[in-house]
């Protein structure tokens, strides 16, 4: 009782109590203490260099492989003969006339697919008599390549600009309406619920809850759909092109000039890093978040 007195006992007014850290257990060893992870911010000139060490290392090697002679003249041109070939067609008017027909066709089919899949899908995404309407046709005709439509569309409308505005069109509906389905259905359903309550229309609900809520979603589906559209484009092209990009190349195969193969391989390339880039700066703009969360 004695002992049990002793340790419950309470100190003297006059005595300072224990540190309460030599109560605890000691830490075991090789921990160390937590530190929080402090994102630290990179210039905007850093990003840069690394964002261009791919495309110029991929330059270095391909001058390297011409230099040296594993790469000859018949099978890829050296950069420089890639220049001087730019030169050429830049000079005569060839290259810009090209870029303006082959951008005209690619941005009118790219309009008019990211129209319709984005109708479509927020019709099958929103309405339960859409999606049971629509839904199974179009994942059916989704599974479609759109490479094989070429010869009917030729049969069709013939070898002029339409079947090569439309196929593009074609490639370009389902990312986006695929992307647009899925966004309109993950939209939080009590506050569709809650905005009905409130008398709001089912278009006013679409235009301020629905798609804001789905903008991830639209913008990755625009990424996809930029992409094809270039891809959809040197398939038009090859469909008895008289201009464009795509005529400049099947004249170069004809006489075998490798060098301006390489000029339209790399202004496709471009076209497709340009789009790539055009959806970034789109997503900077409307999902700032997104930024300052990094």
């Not at 002793?6 to 109590?17: F, I, N, Y």
């Not at 990179?42 to 270095?60: N, W």
Request: charged residues 15%; positive net charge; contains cysteine.
């Amino acid at each position: 009782m004695t002992a049990l007195h002793e340790t419950t006992a309470k100190p003297a007014p006059d005595e300072k109590p224990d540190d309460k850290s030599k109560d605890l257990p000691a830490a075991p060893e090789g921990l160390v203490a937590p530190r929080p992870v402090v994102s630290r911010p990179r210039p905007r000139r850093f990003s840069a260099v690394i964002r261009a060490l791919g495309p110029i290392t991929l330059v270095l090697l391909w001058w390297a492989a011409s230099a040296t002679g594993l790469l000859t003249p018949d099978v890829l041109a050296p950069p420089s003969d890639v220049l001087r070939a730019i030169g050429e067609l830049w000079g005569d008017g060839q290259l810009p006339d090209a870029l303006t027909t082959s951008l005209t066709r690619s941005g009118i089919g790219l309009l008019i697919g990211l129209t319709a899949g984005l109708t479509l899908g927020v019709i099958t995404g929103f309405t339960r008599l859409g999606d049971e309407l629509l839904d199974s046709s179009l994942q059916t005709l989704r599974t479609i390549p759109f490479l094989s439509l070429v010869p009917l569309f030729m049969v069709w409308f013939g070898i002029n600009e339409i079947a090569k505005i439309l196929l593009i069109a074609v490639a370009t509906t389902f990312p986006m309406y695929v992307s647009t389905t899925s966004g309109v259905r993950a939209t939080d359903a009590r506050l569709v619920e809650a905005m009905r309550s409130f008398g709001m229309s089912r278009l006013a609900i679409v235009r301020e809850v629905v798609l804001p809520g789905a903008l991830p979603s639209l913008l990755a589906g625009l990424r996809l759909s930029m992409t094809l559209s270039v891809i959809a484009l040197i398939a038009a092209e090859e469909i008895n092109a008289t201009a464009g990009i795509g005529y400049l190349m099947s004249q170069a195969q004809s006489y075998a000039r490798t060098d301006i193969l390489a000029v339209c391989i790399l202004v496709y390339g471009t076209l497709g890093l340009l789009a790539d880039m055009v959806v970034r700066l789109l997503e900077r703009v409307l999902m700032p978040w997104r930024r300052a969360g990094r």
